[in-house]
């Protein structure tokens, strides 16, 4: 190494290691503070957390959920803290978080967050959440439940249609049918490409492809053929070996062109708007029946759609790294826990990971367990690692 470039890298690299190494001290340091991780006490003290929670004052919560905000005024009743929450889609949740980490920004303290496959592959393993448990709920929750972190709830994308001017019942009966002439421009959902849970709900249906293919002869009456520009795709792609009933969905779905729109609220308005001669079908999440309004809403799902109702994903609660209010953070994820704190999304549609809020959930909206849905559910890792090839598909189709 020339003179010039030692002289001038030498105390770079020794403000970098000392960086480097003060950044790696302070993560500890707070990891003994906040309890985290092997630091993670065998048992919680509750009157300690809530006595240092008060002192922080503040919490604040990246959402997945604008819901958050029905929390703000007994929280603050209840213990005194303040929640400030920002209402936040949940890969730019990590996205924000990753970029404020890097930056020695530590503005969070909990992840309220939907993008499973983000969570378990990206933030989990990089350290840029924890997973915290409160005592008392692993009798409540399955194993799957509190790890790798825990869910609140378990929400779904499904198809819904409006009731009122289909007093019969639901004008289809298969998935097969969103991609025939009756419904071209008729289906309404969130674009794939703008909406991660939009494209779990397609890349689910991309890895259940046996059950579409059986799903396509009960319609039909036929085995499944593939259409040419099915197996053009097939055959340019890297990573695709052949052509499969659900990529043929795909396909003709999208050549019937749904209309996507960027609000599932919006979307829902227009399936259940009674004041309309031919009403659209549309991909939206399963809570939206609360937005029903007697007179100008009317809309539910289809519950025996073929081969299946939706696609189901969980929601978690996790604490962010460097959290600066991380009692607060602790008690606040305890509290959306508990019924009370559980009580913006007890709604139907929205199941409660804990069984014994999910019971009462079901005896008060009459609907069948989360479990006896005919659901499937979110592979995180399979989206995670096919999410290049889907959106490849995904254009070529077009």
């Known amino acids: ?5 030692k002289t001038t890298l030498t105390p770079i690299l020794a403000v970098l290691t000392i960086s480097i190494t003060s950044a790696a001290i302070a993560d500890t340091n707070w990891q003994k503070v906040a309890g985290v991780g092997e630091f993670a006490p065998k048992t919680q003290d509750w009157a300690t957390i809530e006595s240092a929670a008060r002192k922080e004052g503040t919490v604040v919560i990246y959402s997945v959920s604008s819901r958050i905000a029905k929390l ?16 936040m889609p949940s890969d730019l949740q990590i996205e924000k978080l990753r970029r404020e980490h890097t930056a020695g920004i530590n503005a969070v303290d909990v992840l309220f967050n939907s993008d499973a496959p983000l969570l378990l592959n990206e933030a989990l393993p990089n350290g840029l959440v924890w ?30 249609y409006n009731t009122a001017l289909n007093p019969n019942g639901a004008p289809i ?11 071209t421009g008729r289906t309404l959902l969130p674009s794939p490409l703008e909406d991660g849970l939009s494209a779990n709900f397609m890349q689910t249906i991309l890895n259940n492809s046996d059950a579409m293919a059986a799903a396509y002869e009960r319609e039909y009456g036929q085995p499944i053929t593939y259409s040419e520009d099915v197996i053009e795709a097939v055959a340019e ?8 009933a659900s990529i043929e969905w795909l396909y003709r779905f999208l050549a019937n062109e749904p209309v996507f729109m960027s609000s ?13 001669d031919n009403p659209p079908l549309g991909i939206t999440t399963f809570s939206k029946m609360r937005k029903n309004k007697k007179g100008v809403y009317a809309a539910a799902p289809i519950y025996d759609l073929d081969p299946v109702f939706g696609v189901s994903y969980p929601t978690a609660l996790v604490m962010a790294d460097m959290a600066p209010h991380p ?38 909206f009459k609907l069948p367990s989360f479990d006896a849905l005919k659901l499937w559910p ?17 254009l070529g189709l077009q």
Do not use: C
């Open 264 to 276: 599932t609220t919006k979307i829902f308005k227009n399936v259940g708007d009674i004041e309309q």
């Open 131 to 160: 997973n915290f448990v409160p005592d008392g709920l692993s009798s409540d929750l399955d194993a799957g439940e509190t790890q790798p972190f825990l869910i609140q709830r378990h929400s779904s994308r499904v198809v819904y």
């Open 378 to 394: 979110i592979d995180p890792e399979q989206i995670y690692f096919s999410k290049y090839g889907f959106l490849a598909l995904y």
């Open 72 to 87: 703000v005024d007994g929280f603050q009743e209840k213990y005194g803290i303040e929640i400030i929450g920002h209402d």
């Open 327 to 364: 009692n607060a953070a602790k008690l606040l994820i305890k509290y959306m826990m508990e019924a009370e704190g559980f009580s913006p999304w007890n709604e139907p549609g929205d199941f409660a990971a804990r069984s014994s809020i999910e019971a009462v959930q079901m005896d008060q």
């Open 173 to 183: 009966d298969s998935l097969w049918d969103l991609t025939s002439k009756d419904w």
């Open 1 to 5: 190494m020339n003179s010039f470039l």
């Open 237 to 244: 792609s890297a990573v695709i070996a052949e052509p499969n």
